[in-house]
């Protein structure tokens, strides 16, 4: 995905509704940064005719500034008191998955998703958003979201009968968004034990080393047991003590 790859693109397509959800770190490696990643976001939002609209997150600092990129309409979404569509609440309902409030023009809406994790808040409100301006009702969209099948492998929770608990989160593995990952197991919190496998993560600069011990330490407090699959105790930061009392187990094969 080499940088400038979404300027044909978007020249080709001509969208009249641009997206963006977040800049972050993903593809490190061509775009270097949150900004890197916004200047490519940007051809696409460029592309915008003047009757379109751009979907922003006005929690997203790098994003925000594209507004004066967009010939059309803007509309925002985020927990910012000033997006149009704002989260004023996240909750999890008694299946542990999220639930938005979501302020728009002096009304509040219940948004039940099918989602585990509080950080899918920014693609919920991004989809609502776009849908409303595109003249879906509420009712409509509160009901397609209840019914909406996520993606498998996008922190999947998968429950047995009379046993364990997985939560699924494979398709990606970039270093920048694994706490978000990790929070989903504060739902669990009266989960008999609590275990994270945690395997290859991608999209950082500077030394895997200091990526892999901020992983372990923002896992630690959260879980009983950590499952490291080829890695080494002093690659992430574990002791002698982590290995000895299961804290801490290490495989080379999964």
């Not at 909750?91 to 979501?102: G, K």
């Not at 909406?148 to 270093?175: H, M, N, Q, Y």
Request: net charge neutral; glycine share 6%.
């Amino acid at each position: 995905f080499p940088l400038g790859n979404l300027d044909g693109i978007a020249r080709l397509v001509r969208p009249t509704v641009a997206v963006t959800t977040v800049s972050g770190l993903d593809h490190y490696k061509e775009f270097r940064g949150a900004a890197g990643a916004a200047q490519e976001m940007a051809c696409l939002l460029r592309a915008v005719p003047t009757d379109g609209f751009a979907v922003l997150n006005a929690d997203d600092e790098q994003l925000s500034r594209l507004r004066t990129e967009v010939a059309g309409r803007v509309i925002s979404f985020g927990r910012n008191p000033n997006a149009d569509y704002q989260a004023t609440e996240l909750t999890a309902a008694a299946d542990h998955r999220l639930v938005v409030n979501c302020h728009h023009r002096d009304q509040q809406y219940e948004l039940q998703t099918p989602f585990l994790g509080a950080h899918f808040h920014v693609a919920t409100l991004a989809a609502v958003a776009t849908a409303h301006q595109l003249g879906v009702s509420w009712p409509t969209i509160q009901s397609r979201l209840r019914s909406f099948e996520p993606v498998f492998g996008r922190c999947s929770l998968l429950a047995i009968p009379d046993g364990p608990v997985f939560i699924c989160d494979t398709i990606k593995s970039p270093a920048w968004s694994v706490q978000a990952s990790f929070s989903t197991l504060e739902a669990f919190a009266t989960a008999p034990r609590r275990t994270l496998v945690l395997g290859t993560l991608s999209d950082y600069g500077g030394s895997s080393r200091k990526v892999y011990r901020t992983a372990w330490s923002q896992a630690r407090p959260l879980v009983d047991r950590t499952v490291f699959l080829r890695h080494s105790p002093s690659h992430v930061g574990a002791t002698e003590a982590d290995s000895a009392n299961g804290q801490a187990v290490f495989l080379q094969t999964a």
